[in-house]
Each structure stands twice: as structure tokens, then as C-alpha cells.
């Protein structure tokens, strides 16, 4: 509960599910109550990216993970449907402020999250 902002910008796209509860636990941790977390993530503007079956399931609202043994490295690649990110992530102690499709811009566009800690 030291910092008044945290920012994982382009981590949580190249974790597997497991590591990015502990990612967000440490976050969590780290931030002072009412502090900010800006966080990223692949979403829909790569949906061409993924085959059939990842589409539907990112459809579904399930995260897709490629390369997961790899975690850490840009093989491995993680896709977050915004309703899996409110239901999965933000219960860290989290809630959001404000959520902006693709805000994250250049290489590459993500989505941006701009979280408060509770």
C-alpha cells in the first residue's frame, strides 16, 4: 500500500490465467487503497488472430491463452474479453473506472482498464 498508481501495460498479455491472479494479488498489494492501476490487454481487435475455436470461447467470455509453458515471453499470448477482466480480475480488489476499447495505442493497440484500488 506504498504507490498512488500502478501500471501493467502489456504484462497480463503474455501470462497464463494462474500467474495473472498473482500478478493482480501483488498489484493489489502494492497500491494504496484509491490508488490507480492502469492495466492493457489484447481484445477484440485481435479476434482475427485467433482460430475458430479461440473465438468462440473469447466470444463466450473465456480468456484464450496460447503458449502458456512459455510465460513470460512474447510466444506466449493471452486474449481478454472485457467481461472475463471484470469477472476474473477486478475481484483482486479492484473496481473500474473506466474502460476504453483499444485506448492503448501504438505497437500494438490494446484495450485500457484504469482501476481504482478498493
Keep these: 500500500e506504498s504507490f498512488e498508481l500502478g501500471y501493467a501495460l502489456s504484462v497480463l498479455t503474455h501470462l497464463p490465467e494462474a500467474i495473472q491472479h498473482e500478478w493482480m494479488d501483488e498489484l493489489r498489494r502494492v497500491i494504496r487503497p484509491g490508488g490507480f492501476l492502469l492495466l492493457t490487454t489484447h481484445g477484440e481487435r485481435y479476434l482475427e488472430r485467433l482460430d475458430d475455436e479461440e473465438r468462440r470461447r473469447f466470444r463466450a467470455g473465456r480468456l484464450v491463452v496460447r503458449w502458456g509453458e512459455v510465460a513470460g515471453t512474447n510466444l506466449c499470448t493471452a486474449f481478454h474479453p472485457p467481461a472475463w477482466v ?33
Excluded at 483482486?92 to 484500488?117: I, K
Aim: hydrophobic share 40%; aromatic share 10%; glycine share 10%.
Design 86 to 118: 471484470r469477472e476474473r480480475l477486478l475481484p483482486h480488489g479492484f473496481e473500474e473506472v473506466e474502460f476504453v476499447a483499444e485506448g492503448a495505442t501504438g505497437n500494438p493497440h490494446q484495450d485500457l482498464y484504469v482501476l481504482r484500488a478498493a
